[in-house]
């Protein structure tokens, strides 16, 4: 079992700065691939980063690219998004997201956090 908690969501201006954190719980930690994943209201849930194994394979979707930083912290069984230049098409509920292994289309979620909101304002 795998428990995921998020916080550092918040509201902020346009070109701001945010760092989502998700504490992860379960003595497996490093056997996970974590991730981020946003649902805005009416929209589906949709990919955002993850990161694979230890750190050395990243991913994201194109429009957070150059924007949105993840990165895991093993001895913490903490992973986070740094997310810079925040738009207002990036508010939506952020989700810390959890797989023994993504597929390439970025589904295989196994466990998910509680969310935490977003809102840039413009």
């Known amino acids: 079992q795998v428990l995921l908690v998020e916080s550092g969501g918040g509201l902020v201006q346009a070109g701001g700065s945010l760092r989502l954190s998700c504490t992860v719980s379960?003595?497996?930690?490093?056997?996970?691939?974590l991730g981020w994943f946003r649902q805005s209201p009416g929209e589906r849930r949709e990919f955002v980063s993850v990161?694979?194994?230890?750190?050395?394979?990243?991913y994201y979707t194109d429009s957070v690219k150059g924007r949105f930083t993840i990165s895991r912290d093993t001895a913490k069984n903490m992973v986070y998004l740094q997310m810079n230049s925040l738009k207002p098409e990036d508010t939506a509920v952020y989700y810390c997201?959890?797989?023994?292994?993504?597929?390439?289309?970025?589904?295989?979620?196994?466990?998910w956090g509680q969310g935490t909101q977003v809102t840039v304002s413009s």
């Open positions: 997201a959890a797989a023994r292994s993504f597929n390439s289309d970025y589904t295989g979620t196994t466990y």
């Open positions: 379960g003595r497996t930690f490093s056997s996970y691939d």
């Open positions: 990161i694979i194994g230890s750190g050395d394979s990243t």
